[in-house]
């Protein structure tokens, strides 16, 4: 326990902190590298840190390659293979794999092993690929037969003539020459040879195409000539008030793509979406993922990407990934992630776009400056005393020489700067440097999301939520500013950003992004907070200047004004004051008593609905609607939630047209509150739908009107719904697949009713 909490990096912050309390920063200081030398030069400081990297390493948690429980995995793999279960195999073979080193048995076994699932569950391709890896990574002799027999049936399943006979040839190969195979499984495999060499004879090798990802998207207006990733439609600018920003060119209109852009890097968080892909593409790490060969914890789905992550920057981190560090610092990661990629990109001109982004270092506070200085410099020591880069790598060429900014090159800092420096001045350089992207990440990194599809309960209704899988910098995005009332939305493939208009956009209109505060989910003085603390700036958008939009949010959770429908602000229990015109309410006496009834009956009713006590749990609901429908308007979300619980409950009862009514009056609240255009509303349209094909499937009489008038209303929700899945995400999305496949299960329900 004590190693643990020593080994805790926020607890190294406070006591370093603690002991400093008293630092001032000042404004001469305000410079990466004249605060690094500070830190460099504190021996204390350095001393504190590499009992940080001591007690880190000897705190229990590793994720270096460990051959007592690679065999341990693979054996309970072993075990799921006997039952049959095998998906719950595959997943102890991959474990198996994560732990072994790739020079021992134990590795091949477990791929071997890993094929054999993966035969049995028809999953050809990958089977092959793992038979290769097996093949090439010291399986035991005696036993290769086996996997040229999987991979022979394997290839007759893919229709592959050649490999078929190639595999067949090195089956029997292994008969002529291997005297440990007994004589009745020698009898076996050669009528099975037999068998595959008949069944062989009669395939017809089909010239394949190479098999392509499904294709970026395409920016409107082509890309732009002198803006990387962007749409010719749009222009960068600068000016003494907004800074760097983005405008419209030309007319755009909305659903048109503006940036298709890779990430200059990124890293996937400590999640469990962040487990299902790849580590160098974001890609899904597919059926036979592969392991770092040293450290236990980073997975990629193909070789290629292996080896890529090697080269460019994970042989440096690898060591960090074994003793569990990278989790513990958050931002950090990226800093250190970018900066290597900074060392090996030779795209100069991205370099410097990444050079370019904005510090904000003289609106930091000193005790966040002081945090981040101490982290810059931990990663540099990380890299100088756990590494072998300060030997390897030749500074000059892979970093100060590709700087535009003469400020950021180290050989103009040692002609400038006092001969006290030179001690430790490639420390205090590289630190500098490191901090650098740090402050940048912090104003200008993106998290990398993904729709997920998620079953209730009661497996009838499928809903969407947003999951984070990673931290990334796309340099090129990072130029728009903000508004809480965007006019663009992002989305992601695998780890490309994709950033589309979201309503149209006239010539000169300047094109703003929303960096996380949203005037449709977030009150204004909760924006301004969150803005001013990362980002350091005070937003001054219509949403948080304009009275209308500045009280938006009241409207779906506060009383409403008899007069002007305002959003009231609660002075006691009796009187409430209206934010738009301004007078003073006072309150039915009752009103408060029986609202916070409401409340009760909303929470018994949920509790009767898990207890699947459902005419109990319709009663209070409806009774509790019909208080809050006296107090309330029609959009609170109190309301909204209410109707949503009914519509539940009759859809568990079957009675799937009433449930259908009340979802209906839920998807006019989501969409006042969130807009035409937000997933929340595709999520209730999902839901609507999903009574409504449960309802049409289900009734026996077809020839009603509202059977008729139910399977149009279907058609219409579901276009809609793809309308809106489109602008947010794309076709290559979970979601818009699912919508898609309900289309055309609707189609034969439409032809039998002439519609």
Known sequence: ????????????????????????????????????????????????????????????????????????????????????????????????????????????LALANRSAALFHLEKYQACTEDIKLAMEYNYPQNMLYKLYLRAARCYLKLQKKNLVEEFLCKLNECLETDYIISSNKRD???????????????????????????????????????????????NLKFSKDKGRHVYANQNIKKGQILFVERPFAFVLLENEFSHTVCAQCCKWKGDVPISCKFCANTIYCTEKCRIDAWLTHHQWECFGNQIDIWNKIGIAHLTIRTFLTCCYTEDKIMFNNIQRLVTNINEISTQDMFIYGITALMMTLYLHDFTNFFEVMNIYEVLFAKFDDSKLNMHTLLELLPEDWSKHLTLVY???????????????????????????????????????????????????????????????????????????????????????????????????????????FKC?????????????????????????????????????????CQTTIYLKTNLIYELEESKNLHNKAKIDLEERQFEQALEKAKRCLDIRKKFLNQSHEAVASTYDLIGKILALMGRWLDSIS?????????????????????????????????????????????????AKKTRRLLNRAEEIFNLNYGPWNDADCQITNKLQDLVPLLENLNL
Not at 28 to 41: G, P, T, Y
Not at 225 to 231: C, H, I, K, L
Not at 497 to 525: Q, W
Request: negative net charge; hydrophobic residues 35%.
């Open 1 to 108: 326990m004590y190693n643990r909490l020593m080994a805790s990096w926020q607890y190294l912050l406070q006591s370093i902190l603690q002991e400093h309390k008293n630092f001032v920063l000042k404004n001469k200081d305000r410079n990466e590298f004249e605060l690094m030398k500070f830190f460099v030069d504190n021996d204390g400081i350095r001393k504190q840190i590499n009992l940080w990297f001591y007690n880190v390493q000897h705190s229990g948690i590793s994720y270096e390659k460990n051959m007592q429980k690679s065999e341990q995995f693979r054996k309970l793999g072993n075990r799921e293979f006997k039952n049959k279960t095998y998906l719950d195999s595959i997943k102890y073979y991959t474990l198996s794999l994560q732990y072994a080193s790739w020079e021992s048995q134990e590795f091949a």
């Open 188 to 234: 076996i495999l050669e009528k099975q040879i037999l068998l595959l060499s008949s069944e062989a004879i009669n395939i017809v090798d089909i010239i394949e195409m190479n098999e392509l990802d499904c294709h970026l998207p395409e920016i409107a207006f082509g890309e732009h000539s002198e803006f990387r990733n962007a749409s010719a439609a749009l």
């Open 540 to 580: 001054e958008c219509d949403a948080c200047t304009l009275r209308p939009l500045n009280n938006f949010l009241y409207k779906f959770q506060t009383l409403s004004c008899e007069d002007c429908m305002g959003p009231l602000e609660l002075i006691n229990n009796s009187s409430a004051h209206c934010l738009d």
């Open 662 to 710: 009340h979802l209906e009056h839920s998807i006019a609240a989501v969409e006042e509150r969130f807009g035409e255009h937000s997933i929340e509303l595709a999520n209730e349209i999902n839901k609507i739908t999903d009574i409504c094909m449960q309802y049409l499937n289900e009734e026996t009489n077809t020839n009603t009107k509202q059977y008729k008038n139910t």
């Open 430 to 536: 590289i630190s500098g440097i490191i901090l650098r992207h740090m402050l940048q990440l912090i104003c200008n990194g993106h998290a990398i999301t993904k729709l997920q599809l998620a079953n209730n309960e009661n497996g009838n209704c499928i809903t969407e939520y947003q999951c984070r899988l990673a931290t990334a910098i796309y340099p090129s995005a990072s130029m728009m500013n903000h508004s809480c009332d965007p006019n663009i939305i992002n989305s992601f493939k695998d780890k490309y950003l994709i950033v589309k208009a979201i309503k149209d956009i006239p010539i000169g209109s300047e094109i703003f992004n929303c960096y996380g505060p949203h005037y449709r989910r977030m009150y204004t003085k909760d924006r301004q907070v969150a803005l001013q603390s990362q980002y350091c």
